[in-house]
Nanobody
Framework: QVQLVESGGGLVQSGDSLRLSCAAS????????MGWFRQAPGKEREFVAS????????DYEDSVKSRFTISRDNVKSTVYLQMNSLKFEDTAVYYC??????????????????WGQGTQVTVDL
């Protein structure tokens, strides 16, 4: 069983930056592909970014590409999401997830086996 704890959310102004962290425990973090998803009120959970177990391969949803950066520290068992130039439409609860065993990263939330409790990001206009 893997436990995930997200942190780093908050209330910011449009154009500001935030860095989210997701600390993992209870498993071998270095063997997992990891992902960040978000869910706005009344909407489905959607893909934001993913990173493979080595940290060398990352994938981004188009609207966040060039603004967000996913990274990981396998020694600290932590995955990060650096979010720059935040926009009102980035407002959501952000979740990190552990992907089911696979070679390649996935954008499909049903391919993720474990989730954290989420951290709220609110971007004011």
């Amino acid at each position: 069983q893997v436990q995930l704890v997200e942190s780093g959310g908050g209330l910011v102004q449009s154009g500001d930056s935030l860095r989210l962290s997701c600390a993992a425990s209870g498993g071998d973090f270095s063997t997992y592909n990891m992902g960040w998803f978000r869910q706005a009120p009344g909407k489905e959970r959607e893909f934001v970014a993913s990173i493979d177990r080595s940290g060398r391969d990352a994938d981004y949803e188009d609207s966040v590409k060039s603004r967000f950066t996913i990274s990981r520290d396998n020694v600290k068992s932590t995955v990060y999401l650096q979010m720059n130039s935040l926009k009102f439409e980035d407002t959501a609860v952000y979740y990190c997830g552990v992907q089911r065993r696979d070679t390649f990263t996935s954008r499909n939330k049903f391919n993720y086996a474990y989730w954290g409790q989420g951290t709220q990001v609110t971007v004011d206009l």
